[in-house]
C-alpha cells in the first residue's frame, strides 16, 4: 500500500462529475486497501503459551521437572497449581488494547451514500477509495477523511479533536472519519481511507502503545538480582559436593533445594494481590481499575496530563454572560434569543439558550410565528413572532458580525463583544424590531464552564507531589482561561509541534493538539522519566490513555476512552484521582515489605544452604522441607497486601537496587542468626542429621515470621499495628512449623523445649535487627 493518497481538491470534483467508475474504484481499492484498521487480534493460544515464557515461570518449569525426575509428586504439583494461578491472573488482565480497538471500530459508518458510474449507491464503508465522491446526511457519521465540495453541514468533531462545539463546515473544509452530522447536508471528495486517515491513526496509535509497568520491572529487576547472585551460590554449591565426592543422588536434590530457596515464588501473585486488594478499596470511592497494574503506578505518578473538555469542564455549553443593550435587561435578550433558537434539536448552542431562558420571565414576551432555522451561510436564525397587539416582529440570532452589520452601528457593543471574545467566549447577538430596521438587543457569551471541583482536585495533586498539566484541543485562549480559573498559572505552550525534550514543568497548558500529539506529550514526558497519568473523556484521548502508566477515564467518558484507561471514574467530579493517588500508595507500601522481605529470605537461605553443606557435608534441607518453607513464607506472608502502613507524602519509586542493597544486610542478620542456631544444634547438643535439618527449618520459619514485624514499619515495630491477617498468617506459620517439628511430620522430631528455646530466640534477633533497620532505611531511602 502506497503511503500517501492522491490529491482530492474541488477541481477533482469538476472533472468527474460522475464519480468514480466501477472500474476506477476497483483499482484504487487494489492499490490503497479496505476503509478500515486491520485486524491484529492475537489468539487466545498464543497469549496462554506467552504466559510460561518468563524468568518466574521459566525457573518454576524447571523445578518441577527436576522434582518429577525425583518422583517428588506432591511437590512438583503444588509448584505447578502455583504456575497455572499466575498465569491464569495475566490472561484475565489483558485485550484492554483490542478491546479499545473494537470500541474505536464500533463508532465508525457501516455504509455510506457514493456517486459511483454517475448514480448515487449505499455502499459498505469499508469500500470507499480516494478520489470517490460521497454524500454527508443529517445524523450521518462521516466514513474517511474527506474535503466539502458542495453544501454546508454542521459537524461534531468531538471523538477527535475533543473540541465542545461543533464546527460549521462549507465547500473547501476537510472533516475526518468518525465526525457525526449534526445538521445540513453536503457533497465531499474523499481524501484519505483506512489506516491514512486521522481516525486510522488513533487506531493504530492505541494498538502500538505500551508501556512497561513500574511493577513489571520491580518484579524482573527482583527476579534478575535473585537469580544472578543465587545462580553462583548454587554453583558453589554443585561444585564443592563434587569436591567432597558426593553422588549424583545427592547433589540434584542439593541442586532442587537451591533452586526453590531461589525462586521468589509468590512475588507475581502477590503483586497482583496487592493490587487486587486495592481495586477493591477504590471501587467503594468510586474509582474502578481495569488494569491493575494502575493501582501501583497511582503512588508512583508524577505528573497528571487531565483533557479540559470533559474533565476540567463539565462538557456542556452553558450561557456565561449577558450584555444587554440600553432600553433592554438580561430577561428580554433571552426571551428573545430563545424564540430564535430551534427547540428539540441537536444544536448545543440552541439548547444552552433555550436552557438558561427557562429562568427568564417576560410578561409581554412576544408569540412565535414561525421559526427560521440556522443558515452557515449568513451564520444567523431567526424568528417572525407578534407583539400583544399583533404587530409582527422579526428576530434575529447569532454571530456578533453579521448580526451587527443589519443594525445601526453600536461602539460599546463592538467593545464589549471584542472582550467577550478575547475571553474565549463564544458571542453571540441577539436583534429584535421591524424586518428593516433591527435594533440590537445584546449580547450572550457561552463557555463551557469548569467542574466545581476541578481547581480543589488540582490543589490536593499538588500537595502530594503531582504536577497537573492541561491537554486539549481547543484553542490557546479558551484553554489558557480554563486553566487559570482551575489553579494552573504556568504558561502557555506555543502553537505548532510540541519539542521532543518538552519537561512537564516548562508549561501548563499544551493546546490545539491532535489526538497523536497527546499521546507523543505523554511518551516524551515518560522518557524524561516521568510516571505519567492521563486523564481524559474522548476516543481522541484514547491512544494517549493506552500509554500512559495510568490511564484515567472521567465518568461521562466514550465507551473507548473507558477501555484505553486503566481506572475509571464512576461518579462525576474527579476526586476519585486523589482517592487512587492515596491507595496506590497504601499498595506500594504493602508491595515494597513483601519485596524487601523476599530478598532478605531468599538471599539468606540460599547462603544458609551453602554454610550448612560446609558444616555438615550435607544439604541442610531437604526439598520437601524447602517447599513447606514456601508454603509457610511466601504464601502465608502474603498477608501483608492486608497490612496497615502509612502513605508516602510523595510520589513513590521503586529503588530495587537499594532494596537489594537492605536486603542483603538484613538477609546477613538472618543468615547469622540460623547458621548460630544450627551451629548451637552441631557443636552445643550434638544433634544428628535428621534433628539438625528439623531444627534449620525452625530456624528459618521462626526468624522469617518475626523478623516480618521488624521491616514492615520504617520506624520502630511498636510504632504501628499490624493488620489482623498479617498477625494470624505468623501464628499460623509458627504453629505449623512447631507441631509439625515436635510430632516428627515430615522430618525428624525434636523436643519441644528446643522448639520454645529457637523461637523465643528469634524474637530476641528480631528487636536486634529492629535497631539496626533504621539508619539502613534512612541511609537507602526506604520510606
Known sequence: MNDASPPATAADHARHTNGLSSAQAAARFAQYGPNATPDTTVGFLPRLLGKFWAPVPVMLEAAIVLQIVLGDDIEAAVVAALLLFNATLGLLQEGRAQATLDALKSRLALSASVKRDGAWVIRPARELVPGDVV?????SVVAADVTLIDGEVLLDQSMLTGESVPIEAVPGLQTYAGALVRRGEAVALVTATGVKTKFGRTAELVRIAHVVSAQQKAVLRVVRNLAGFNGLVTLFLVAYAIRIGMGGREITPLVLTAILASVPVALPATFTLAAAIGARALGRQNVLPTRLSAVDEAATMTVLCADKTGTLTRNELKVTTIAPMPDFDEAHVMTLAALASSEGGQDPVDGAIRDAAQHASVPDAPALVKFIPFDPANKMSAADVTGSDNTPWRIVKGAFAAVSAL??????AAATAEALQAKGFRVLAVAFGPAQALRLVGLIALSDPPRDDSAALIAQL?????????????SPTTAAIVARAVGLDGPVCPAGAIPADVRPESFSVFAGVLPEDKYKLVKAFQQAHHTVGMCGDGANDAPALRQAQM?????????VAKSAAGMVLTAPGLAGIVAAVKEG?????????YTLNTIIR????????????????????????????LITGDFLSMSLTTDNVYTSPIPNVWRIGNLTIAGILMGLGLLGFCTGVVAVGIFGLGLRLGAIRTLAFLALVFASQTSIYAIRERRHFWQSRPSLWVAASSVAAIAIAAIMAITGFAMIAISPLLVLATLLTATLFTLLLDTIKIPIFTWLGIV
Request: hydrophobic fraction near 50%; charge should be positive.
Open 551 to 559: 490511564g484515567i477515564a472521567v465518568s461521562t467518558a466514550t465507551d
Open 135 to 139: 454524500k454527508l446526511s443529517l445524523g
Open 407 to 412: 443594525t445601526l452601528p453600536m461602539p460599546e
Open 462 to 474: 499538588k500537595t502530594l507531589g503531582v504536577r497537573t498539566v492541561m491537554v486539549t484541543g481547543d
Open 602 to 629: 531468599k538471599l539468606a537461605t540460599v547462603l544458609f544452604l551453602a554454610l550448612g553443606l560446609l558444616m555438615t557435608g550435607h544439604a541442610i534441607l531437604t526439598p520437601l522441607l524447602i517447599v513447606i518453607y
Open 585 to 593: 500508595r497504601v499498595t506500594f507500601q504493602r508491595i515494597q515489605t
